[in-house]
C-alpha cells in the first residue's frame, strides 16, 4: 500500500552533518503528517520532529537549534531530517513515520514506519 524507506544514515564525528531522507511511496491521497523518530540502545524510541500538512514544525527539546525538517518542491513525497552539529547522544536508529489518507474508497492503513537507518556519532 505505501513503502516508507529511509537513508542517508552513517557514522560521523561529533560536531559534523548528516541529512536523511525518507521516500514515501504507494497508494496515498494526502500525506498529514510526517516525522522522524530515534531509538537508541536500550532506550524507548523518541520523537526527533514532526512537519504537518500545514507546515507547522516540532521539534524535540535535545535537538531544537541543530536539526531541521523540511521537503523539497523538486523531491515529491519526501522528507529530510538535517542534522547539524551532531553529538555521541544522537546515535541511534532513525525511523520516518508518516500519516496518510488513503483514496477514498480505499480501506488502507493510514501510519506507516520506515525500517530505520543507523545514525553513529563518534567522540
Known amino acids: 500500500q505505501v513503502q516508507v524507506v529511509e537513508s542517508g544514515g552513517g557514522l560521523v564525528q561529533a560536531g559534523e552533518s548528516l541529512r536523511l531522507s525518507c521516500a514515501i511511496s504507494g497508494r496515498i491521497f494526502k500525506i498529514n503528517v510526517m516525522e522522524w523518530y530515534r531509538q537508541a540502545p536500550g532506550k524507548q524510541r523518541e520523537s526527533v520532529a514532526s512537519?504537518?500538512?500545514?507546515?507547522?514544525?516540532?521539534y524535540a527539546d535535545s535537538v531544537k537549534g541543530r536539526f531541521s525538517i523540511f521537503t523539497r518542491a523538486n523531491a515529491k513525497n519526501t522528507v529530510f531530517l538535517q542534522m547539524n552539529s551532531l553529538k555521541p547522544e544522537d546515535t541511534a536508529v532513525y525511523y520516518c513515520?508518516?500519516?496518510?489518507?488513503?483514496?477514498?474508497?480505499?480501506?488502507?492503513?493510514?501510519?506507516?514506519w520506515g525500517q530505520g537507518t543507523q545514525v553513529t556519532v563518534s567522540s
Open positions: 513515520h508518516v500519516k496518510v489518507e488513503p483514496p477514498p474508497g480505499y480501506p488502507d492503513d493510514n501510519s506507516y
Open positions: 512537519l504537518t500538512s500545514g507546515a507547522s514544525r516540532n
